[in-house]
């Protein structure tokens, strides 16, 4: 029976996604506790400063025909594919080629306010890493839409591995590397990867000649929705750092607040795996009109994730401390200066959040999944502004971190609670069939024949 599990494990496209996630998330969590160990607070904030506002940008530049692309090309054969890639290829060149003019243009004219600011690193460098990345960032769409999980995995393995490999040389030999050095060996990293996708013809720029206006029109009418939809989704993990950054808390509180929120992005790796795998089968469901199907892969995602979340929260709760002694040292563990505010508080504040993060992603998933991103949109937009405002009252008036972790409590809530509204409107659920059928495909996984719906 062992036997038989490994194989379907090894071969799951679940497990793949899960795979590619948790390798990028653990070298991510490495690639942090080197440089908050090789540099002061204050540097290792401008970094996740530069990182988080590059990260923004990236979801406005992808996020207008990713989700798209990746509905689309799960259903569409032959000259649709090629019309659909190129196309995509064409709109992601204008919009790199117009923010690199942008960024550049804005310090050229604004240079000294720029350079004295924690956002001088993103406004010289990012406008490079804009465009190395284009070419591996459409391989990643593609590879995603065509189910691809172990293309997509190799990807981030070249990508991540050399960096992180500079940061250890950098942190046990002391090579005493500055955050610039750093910088221009991640540009060179993504020209690389980027050049890679290329020769293996992944990311489809050889059907650029293929451009049709049909399907740009196609792409951007979906687009307009699902961009600000990630761009809010980004703000929602991005906001509590670009408002610290402006507060009087400074950039020693960003470094202090981004520990638990990358200890958070370990606990999602599960949840963006079984997303991603989710988003092309719910989008085939519903573009077949099988909306059977679309209910059970619904359920069986969802239902799968929340249980898995449950004893992952409970470890990470009270084993808070240890999680943030090993990511960040022992100089993290300390009260934050300014507010004497417990990091491992904040943590274990985050940490039980968790538990509403399976219903509000997948009912976002869904909604892009049935053709009605504007619900999603809708959903987004209500969970930033709660975020937003939660966040500048935090900050501004009482001056306190944890204030900031609470207002995440709220605006997942709200996305929790709108998200199901507006699905249960389209297409009518069962809130507790997420439970029943994710056990039952849990247990039905490791002693038990899968489904037709499991295997396809």
């Keep these: 029976m062992l036997n038989t599990i490994l194989s379907k494990t090894i071969n799951n496209k679940n497990f793949l996604s899960f795979a590619g996630n948790g390798i990028s998330a653990i070298f991510g969590v490495i690639v942090f506790a080197l440089l908050a160990r090789t540099f002061s607070a204050d540097v290792f904030g401008e970094w996740v400063i530069y990182l988080s506002t590059a990260t923004f940008i990236e979801m406005f530049r992808f996020g207008l025909t990713r989700t798209g692309l990746v509905r689309f090309l799960s259903g569409a054969e032959g000259e649709e594919r090629v019309k659909l890639m190129g196309t995509n290829y064409i709109i992601g060149i204008v919009i790199t080629g117009f923010i690199f003019i942008l960024l550049y243009l804005t310090l050229i004219l604004f240079q000294k306010p720029i350079m004295a600011s924690p956002y001088k690193l993103f406004f010289i460098w990012y406008p490079l890493l804009a465009i190395f990345n284009l070419p591996f960032n459409n391989a990643l769409t593609i590879l995603q839409a ?29 090579w005493g590397l500055s955050l610039q050095h750093l910088i221009l060996w991640h540009l060179a ?19 650029v000649k293929f451009y049709d206006k049909k399907t740009l029109q196609t792409l951007l009418n979906f687009g307009k929705y699902t961009t600000v939809t990630l761009i809010g989704s980004n703000l929602l993990r991005s906001a509590d750092t670009f408002i ?53 892969y619904f359920y069986h ?12 929260i409970v470890i990470c709760f009270f084993f808070a401390k240890y999680f943030i002694l090993i990511l960040a040292g022992p100089e993290y563990i300390k009260p934050f200066p300014l507010t004497g505010e417990s990091t491992i508080f904040l943590f274990q504040i985050f940490v039980l959040y968790g538990f509403l993060l399976p219903l509000d992603r997948m009912t976002g998933v869904g909604l892009d999944a049935i053709n009605k991103p504007e619900k999603n949109f809708y959903k987004i937009i209500a969970m930033v502004s ?18 900031v972790a609470y207002a995440t409590w709220i605006f997942t809530l709200i996305g929790v609670v709108l998200g199901y509204i507006y699905l249960n409107n389209e297409i009518p659920l069962k809130f507790s069939k997420i439970f029943t059928i994710g056990w039952k495909s849990i247990i039905q996984y490791f002693f038990r024949k899968q489904t037709e719906y499991e295997l396809k």
């Design 146 to 174: 065509e189910e691809r999980f172990l293309e997509i995995m190799l990807i981030k393995v070249v990508n991540l591995v050399s960096f992180t490999l500079l940061l250890s040389l950098n942190y046990f030999l002391d």
């Design 189 to 207: 990293i993504n020209l690389a990867t980027s050049v890679f996708v290329i020769i293996l013809g992944w990311d489809g720029i050889f059907y």
């Design 301 to 312: 995602y969802t239902g799968i994730v929340t249980i898995m979340f449950l004893p992952i």
């Design 386 to 403: 709660a975020n937003i405002i939660g966040d500048l009252i935090a900050v501004f008036v009482f001056r306190k971190l944890l204030f």
């Design 244 to 296: 610290l950054s402006i507060s009087p808390l400074g950039s020693a509180a960003v470094a202090t607040y981004s520990i638990p929120l990358k200890l958070m992005e370990m606990l999602q790796i599960p949840l963006r795996s079984f997303a991603s795998t989710a988003f092309p089968k719910l989008s085939r469901a519903s573009i077949n009109n099988e909306m059977g199907k679309f209910k059970f």
